[in-house]
Each structure stands twice: as C-alpha cells, then as structure tokens.
C-alpha cells in the first residue's frame, strides 16, 4: 500500500490529535511536524519523525503529500493555509464563520495557480454540522435551521482569550440555553437571537499585574467570538484551571423543523448530534479523513479551495466503492 505523507504543522492540541489520527489510519504515515518553537522542546509520539521549524518548510516540497494545518482561526490560518497552499495540499479548520467566504477566496487565489488542493474549515463545526444543516435543508425546503454548540470548551475561542494581552491561560465553556433548544424542539419554529441561544462562559488566568478590567472588556466586546452572546468571565489562578478545566469536552445539535404536504400539514425533525469526549481529538479524526480526500482530489488533477459541501463522501473512505455499497450502503 501506498501511503499518503502527512505534515503536521503546529503541535499543540490539535497538533498531537492529528498525530494520533493518522497512526490510526493504515493508508496514511507522518513524515514530518513543524514548529515555530524550537524543534528541541518539542517531543512528539512517533518514533522517528522529524520536528523541523517552519521557516524551513519550503524544503519538504514533493516530499509531502498533505498537510495538515493546527493553527488557530484568530491569527494563525489567515496567513498560513494560504502560504502553505502555494506549495502544499493544505486542509485546515478555520472555524470564524463570518470569515470564511474571505478565506475560501484568500486560499484559493494561493492554490489554482500552485496545482494543489487546499480544503478549509474541516472539523465538526464548520465541518460535519455544516454537511447536516445542508442535507436537512435539501430534504425539508420548508422550515427552520437551528444549531446548538456545547456545553463544552471551544478551541478557537479559547484561543482567542488566550490572546488577550495580560492573558497567561484561558478556557472557554459554549453552553447552549435549555429553553430555547426545548422550544426549537417543540416544533414551535421559535426566532431566536444569538443572544437567546448560547451563553459564553470564560475562564480566565491573568499574568500578574494585568488590568483585569481591561481583559474582561476586550473578551465581552470581541467581534465574531464573544460581542454577541452573554458573557461571564472568571478569574482563577492557573492551579484551579488546571485542576477543574482540563478536559476538552464538546459536542452540540443540529436541528431542522420542516413541514411537508399539499397544505403542510405534516411536520418532521431532524436532529443530529455529537457527544465528544475531546474535541481536538475528534477534529482531528475528521482533518485526517479529509487530507485522503485532498489526496485523491489533487491525483486527479484538481485544484483550488474547496470545502466539506465540494467532497464526496466516498472520497473521505479508505475503502473502495464496491466495499462501500456492500456494506453501508
């Protein structure tokens, strides 16, 4: 068996997710991971794989087949997917929604004329709640779309507040507010505002000597991450966050209410949802599935930006078609 060569680029949750994901997959082996620390202070699990800086990736072209990207939304995957699109397939999970028409378009100015494939925004949300809210609404023209994040921690939120000057450590709960998934669920079709839907629960630990006043305000009034939502933020010290807030749980619903029918007399729900034990761990598993479908996009002489709703699923399975249509079909 042909391998696909995997590159990680950053090795922090994410990074050692994604390294984990691919050890799991028969048809895919890591070649390399890449860092902007220091390579020595870097200590991966694979035996044998090299830890190279990231200045020096343009050296590992041809030499790698997808690469996976383990930035954050905020600052890191605006510059880097579409720099490493130029000479890579890239898959990345940029998850700021309101950004990512300008991403999609950033990354494939960068990858139609580079010959590579370079898919974004791969995870569970954007990524496979993405692939449900587009499904259901194919299936139930008529109705409402409603999704539901947590409770559970948010990486790219978390490492938003983590960027915050004064910030030495963060996490940050998303908690979906009970009535109203309880309204949506009635069948009821309610308006819900950002607002009414999800509370943002921020747990912070400061530098000392920080303005803790400034940081709360930064936090309550960033754009795109927490301006929209009510927000708490709690100050702790950095033995209670490690103590109380290790994990990395999340998970969350994708619901439609539609009606179908000559007078749409008759109503139907669809509900999906994930319970995730570790959402690095579970993006991951989802960015590997995708590096095979760059793979095979790029063996066929595509190019581009794509996203989850250009992939076939039968693209994302190391198993042939016949294989497929046997036994899950």
């Known amino acids: 068996m042909t391998k696909i060569r995997i590159g990680i680029v950053g090795y922090g949750n994410l990074g050692r997710g994604v390294e984990l994901a691919v050890a799991a997959n028969a048809d895919q082996e890591l070649v390399a ?66 950004n990512i028409p300008a991403h999609f378009a950033s990354v494939d100015a960068a990858a139609r004329p580079a010959g590579t494939v370079g898919i974004i925004s791969v995870g569970w949300d954007p990524g496979m709640f993405s692939l449900n809210r587009l499904y259901a609404e194919c299936i139930l023209p008529h109705g409402k779309d409603y999704t539901f994040w947590g409770r559970g921690v948010s990486q790219g939120h978390s490492d938003a507040i983590r960027r915050v000057k004064g910030v030495k450590d963060a996490r940050q709960y998303t908690v979906p507010v009970e009535a109203a998934m309880d309204a949506v669920r009635s069948g009821s079709n309610p308006e819900l505002s950002t607002r009414e839907k999800h509370l943002r629960e921020c747990w912070v630990v400061a530098e000392d000597g920080a303005d803790l006043a400034a940081i709360e305000r930064e936090i309550k009034t960033m754009p795109n991450y927490f301006a929209d939502y009510d927000t708490t933020v709690n100050f702790i010290s950095q033995e209670e966050l490690d103590r109380d807030h290790k994990g990395i749980p999340h998970g969350g619903f994708v619901i439609r209410t539609g009606k179908t029918g000559l007078n749409g007399e008759t109503g139907h729900i669809i509900e999906y949802s994930l319970k995730l034990g570790s959402n690095p761990e579970f993006t991951s598993s989802v960015l590997a599935a995708y590096a095979r479908a760059a793979f095979r996009l790029a063996q066929n002489g595509h190019s581009g930006a794509k996203t989850v709703f250009d992939i076939a699923p039968a693209l994302l399975s190391p198993r042939e078609g016949a294989d497929l249509r046997a036994h899950l079909l």
């Open 33 to 98: 991971v890449f860092s902007r620390r220091d390579p020595a202070s870097v200590n991966i699990i694979t035996q044998g794989v090299p830890v190279c800086r990231l200045d020096d990736v343009e050296n590992w072209k041809g030499k790698i087949d997808v690469m996976i990207l383990c930035g954050g939304s905020a600052t890191d995957l605006p510059a880097q997917t579409p720099a490493l699109a130029s000479m890579f397939n890239v898959v990345d999970s940029f998850d700021t929604h309101a």
